[in-house]
């Protein structure tokens, strides 16, 4: 029993800055790579970023130098670092994580249920 839970999302102006959390909570063992994706209406899916257990960072090349991935472990949290937001970037934005549950031996993938960021002109 795990849940991912979101918050940092609304709505700023274009050059402003936002920082979104998803925290795990439940029967949480450990968790590996964490990641933040956003969905913009009637687009897919696409990748923000990634960090992993050991704290290695990727990020969608477009995003790279204004968006930052980051983690706290003993919080079981994932945070994303937003600025100099731009109108481009309003999406709803999901975290994801793979997790070992306490007693199994095996990952299982969750998904948060998304925070809206709207950034207007």
């Known amino acids: 029993q795990v849940q991912l839970v979101e918050s940092g999302g609304g709505l700023v102006q274009a050059g402003g800055s936002l920082r979104l959390s998803c925290a795990a909570s439940?029967?949480?063992?450990?968790?590996?790579?964490m990641a933040w994706y956003r969905q913009a209406p009637r687009k897919q899916r696409e990748l923000v970023a990634t960090?992993?257990?050991?704290?290695?960072?990727n990020y969608a090349d477009s995003l790279k130098g204004r968006f930052t991935i980051s983690r706290d472990n003993a919080k079981n949290t994932v945070y994303l670092q937003m600025n100099s937001l731009k109108p481009e970037d309003t999406a709803v934005y999901y975290c994801?994580?793979?997790?070992?549950?306490?007693?199994?031996?095996?990952?299982?993938?969750?998904w948060g249920q998304g925070t809206q960021v709207t950034v207007s002109s």
């Open positions: 960090i992993t257990s050991g704290g290695i960072t």
């Open positions: 994801h994580a793979d997790i070992i549950l306490q007693g199994v031996w095996s990952t299982t993938y969750y």
């Open positions: 439940g029967s949480v063992f450990s968790i590996r790579a």
